[in-house]
């Protein structure tokens, strides 16, 4: 019977503001859960698929091209499901593409490097337009100082200074292949990082440095003597999870049958 199953990616867009974040849980709502049950509703196959997802993103974070795959006996065409899945989703959710791809094909052991942004202004007021979108701070950060801090993490290091201090998972050194500051706007800024993987809180740590680095609490210098000592609290702090969105995740080329172009967008 598993002979005959597809195996079909979704491009998935979502607002995480009202969920608990992606994996499923006793305690809350997750996009996991939402798209899985859509998609039960959808073939009604049961029971809910094994939906596997390029990653963990933590409550409030948001996802603009977030790839995940299941196997189902549904023969609807893979262009048509973003349009038949539509109806079952709720609005924060949507399925931007899909794809039918090898059976080994698998969202998180599949990808090979992942890319997230973080995103934050400053300003005397904050705007209510961004008040789940990006973080707000009264302190203007001197994007100058903010570039010359991120100069120091690109390439192989151990990140064991830019992770959750309750992170237990063995191994830090991570791969971080770009990381851009840009200030997109008079005051807002956007911290951009593409790596093999992350460690848990990586990105949120890594911007709030930065941010430390351009309101003068650290000096760029530090990142360097952060990283070597791989000491957790004197790097910066943890910005809060809205501001934080999954950008992209790049998979080996030809892994999708519409071509790789929708599934690994340039960002």
């Avoid at 019977?1 to 607002?15: I, K, P, Q, S, V």
């Avoid at 698998?106 to 890319?115: D, I, N, P, Q």
Wanted: charged fraction near 20%; hydrophobic fraction near 35%; proline fraction near 7%.
């Amino acid at each position: 019977m598993e002979n005959d199953l597809r195996n079909l990616a979704l491009l998935l867009r979502y607002d995480g503001t009202n969920y608990h974040g992606w994996q499923s849980q006793k305690n809350g709502t997750t996009v996991q859960e939402a798209v899985s049950l859509a998609i039960l509703r959808l073939t009604g196959e049961k029971p809910l698929p094994e939906l596997h997802g390029v990653g963990r993103t933590d409550a409030g974070v948001h996802a603009l091209n977030y790839v995940a795959n299941f196997h189902t006996s549904s023969g609807i065409p893979a262009d048509r499901f973003p349009y038949a899945l539509r109806p079952y989703l709720p609005g924060d959710i949507a399925v931007m593409a899909a794809s039918d791809v090898a059976p080994d094909f698998h969202a998180r052991y599949s990808c090979l490097e992942k890319t997230y942004c973080y995103k934050l202004y400053a300003g005397r007021i904050p705007d209510p337009f961004l008040k789940n979108r990006a973080y707000f701070t009264p302190f203007y950060p001197d994007l100058g100082r903010m570039k010359e801090a991120a100069a120091f993490l690109p390439g192989t290091r151990d990140f064991r200074a830019f992770r959750a201090s309750n992170y237990t998972a063995k191994g830090s050194v991570r791969t971080v292949t770009r990381l851009d500051v840009e200030e997109t706007e008079p005051g807002h800024f956007t911290v951009t990082v593409s790596a093999d993987g992350f460690l848990y809180n990586m990105v949120r740590i890594i911007a709030g440095t930065l941010f430390y680095a351009g309101i003068g609490k650290l000096e760029p210098l530090d990142v360097k003597r952060i990283l070597e000592n791989g000491n957790r609290p004197d790097a910066g702090i943890t910005l809060p999870p809205h501001g934080l969105y999954l950008l992209s995740a790049r998979y080996p080329a030809g892994s999708f049958s519409g071509g790789d172009e929708a599934f690994d967008p340039k960002v």
